[in-house]
């Protein structure tokens, strides 16, 4: 069956609901006869009984409780464990059934019946299907059949993008020394280098960079030439090996550009983090890079962050704890690490604007690299701010340069308490967000998009997100087997657009990364809470979608009138307008008293 888009119910029973939920799935099993007395154990609302649906892409859980109409819908790639509650001689109410941690924050708990090992059924269809690979299944991904008018595979294309930023050039050269993966099986297969390097050179200088990940070029001053530059840490090791072969490189990329007296390398790590790197045979680069500085950016490793982000959902979820918010929320030192991140690319932003190029780094370059060389690019070029530009963005700082999606978010893997795992991504979006927040008017994209990309960062519904590095989605094939989330995003563009955005092309944006000016994402971070669903929606933007709903209906009303043959001045007044109830004429000040304005 081809699969749709689906994404709200609105029939009121579950039994009409089995063939639209079949459709965006190519199997699904319908648990109703078995497990009509399942019980939701909802934190804010109680027991609530209902019937539950469970397919090989989501659990959806209906009440049968008028009283309580409460619908869960959660992808089963948002499950990070299942585990059983209680067992057949556990005494009290509600106490035998299923704890289900997710990954978006919130956690689910269902009561079964204890008889004849009742939640056998339902654990052994939700670990199966929600840990696919740990079943030598296929992710949902190459199973889903959505079809979309564009193919959002075609949105990132790295010549086009070298290319839109002015390369090659007298410079910076494009080289494909790394088409079969041979240079480095982690990073893609198109890159750009300085015009002087030799191909040897990047063999040479790849055996001295951790994982081969050599500096390449990600980003280029249109008018100063100045570059950011992109790699992993020098193998120094504790007796402080050097290389002649990368310290000479790394001269070539600061004459590259005329003004750069110093190469300003950039090393996300907090020093003693970057000292003790050597000890596993890393490091960072020493006085003998001669035309060099180094700077430390104290960013914190992605197990400081899985901790971090752990103890923000214990604040949030179930209920948050006002009485000790400010205090609860700095314990978590999550806005801290997102003032780090920020306050990184700012300085890395503000140095290439003045016309020096930068190397930034941290151990491998896949994680805080992404994040302060994608932070930098968006403050610096305005077209990675556009709802297209943005995905450009992803696809190329974060998923052609192996940013480990599948490690840090463990798609279809049972391993939950895996080291591996880290929001390294979900930080990234959320400072997007804080610049979105500080520059209302600066983004064509909205908010909704940033909450979508999240949510599919978990769903495994589209192939964006799998997989760690390139060479293994080319051995996946997966472009040609799953579809993007671009395809879904660039389909129905109006409802990811920000009304108030004003293009300024050549603006750098320099958001305030200080605790005075970050705010917790409230509307991802404690959504699930019902008392805060209704606050999501600006009230302005409402009110200029409104505006601009109607301004749509005069200039199709003023179609109308041009196009009409009759010169009858009651034209407007007899014909039929969208949204009034009655035939009479409606004035322009009159239609306005229909709109529901929630100031």
């Not at 949204?579 to 009479?584: D, E, R």
Request: include cysteine.
């Amino acid at each position: 069956t081809m699969a749709s888009p689906v994404s709200e119910y609105h029939s009121s029973s579950l039994d009409s609901r089995i063939t639209s939920v079949g459709r965006i799935c190519l199997f699904h099993l319908y648990l109703e006869s078995k497990y009509q007395e399942i019980i939701y154990m909802c934190p804010f609302n109680g027991a609530v009984k209902g019937k539950v649906l469970i397919t090989n892409y989501r659990l959806y859980f209906k009440s049968s409780d008028t009283e309580v109409p409460l619908a869960l819908d959660v992808p089963l790639g948002v499950i990070s464990r299942v585990e059983k509650m209680g067992g057949a001689s556990s005494r009290g109410e509600n106490s035998y059934g299923l704890d289900i941690t997710c990954k978006d924050m919130r956690n689910l708990r269902f009561a079964l019946k204890q008889e004849g090992h009742s939640r056998r059924g339902i654990f052994e269809m939700i670990f199966r299907y929600a840990f696919p690979l740990s079943h030598s299944l296929p992710l949902f991904a190459y199973v889903n059949q959505e079809k979309y008018t564009e193919n959002g595979w075609l949105v990132y294309k790295a010549m086009e993008e070298f290319r839109r930023q002015g390369l090659p050039n007298n410079k910076w050269r494009i080289t494909f020394i790394n088409k079969s993966y041979d240079l480095c099986d982690t990073y893609p297969t198109v890159l750009a280098v300085p015009f002087k390097s030799k191909e040897d050179d990047l063999r040479k200088v790849a055996a001295f960079r951790s994982r081969g990940r050599i500096p390449v070029l990600s980003w280029i001053h249109r008018e100063n030439q100045a570059v950011i530059v992109r790699c992993s840490q020098p193998l120094v090791g504790m007796s402080g090996k050097r290389n002649k072969d990368d310290e000479r490189y790394l001269d070539l990329i600061r004459e590259a550009n005329d003004t750069t007296k110093k190469l300003t390398i950039y090393d996300a790590r907090p020093n003693v983090n970057a000292v003790a790197n050597k000890a596993t045979g890393g490091g960072y680069e020493g006085d003998e890079y001669l035309n060099a500085e180094l700077v430390f950016l104290d960013i914190q490793n992605i197990h400081v962050m899985r901790e971090s982000l752990k103890k923000l959902k214990d604040i949030v979820y179930p209920n948050v704890e006002e009485s000790h918010w400010l205090s609860s929320l700095e314990s978590t030192h999550w806005l801290e690490h997102i003032k780090l991140v920020l306050s990184g690319a700012i300085q890395v932003a503000d140095k290439v604007s003045s016309g020096n190029s930068v190397l930034v780094h941290c151990s491998d370059g896949w994680d805080r690299t992404a994040q302060l060389t994608s932070l930098a690019m968006l403050m610096l070029d305005s077209h990675y701010r556009t709802l297209r530009g943005f995905q450009v963005l992803i696809e190329k700082e974060w998923i052609s340069f192996g940013h480990k999606f599948a490690s840090r978010i463990g798609h279809g893997d049972k391993n939950h308490a895996d080291q591996d795992r880290s929001p390294i991504f979900v930080q990234f979006i959320d400072c997007v967000w804080q610049m979105t927040k500080q520059f209302p008017t600066a983004f064509e994209f909205n908010e909704h998009l940033l909450l979508t990309i999240l949510d599919h960062l978990y769903s495994c519904r589209f192939g964006t997100f799998l997989y760690n590095c390139e060479s293994i989605r080319d051995q996946q094939e997966l472009r040609s087997k799953t579809v993007s989330l671009w395809s879904l995003v660039n389909s129905k563009m109006d409802i990811y657009l920000n009304p108030f955005y004003t293009p300024e092309s050549g603006q750098v944006l320099y958001p305030v990364a200080s605790m005075r000016h970050l705010e917790l994402w409230v509307t991802y971070y404690i959504r699930w809470n019902p008392r805060i669903r209704h606050q999501q929606q600006s009230p302005v933007e409402q009110r200029y979608k409104e505006l601009l709903a109607l301004r749509e209906e005069y200039l199709k009303k003023l179609e109308q009138l041009q196009l009409s043959d009759s010169s009858s001045p009651y034209q407007l007044a007899n014909s039929t307008t969208p949204n009034t109830t009655s035939s009479t004429a409606s004035t322009p000040s009159q239609q306005y008293t229909h709109l529901q304005t929630p100031f």
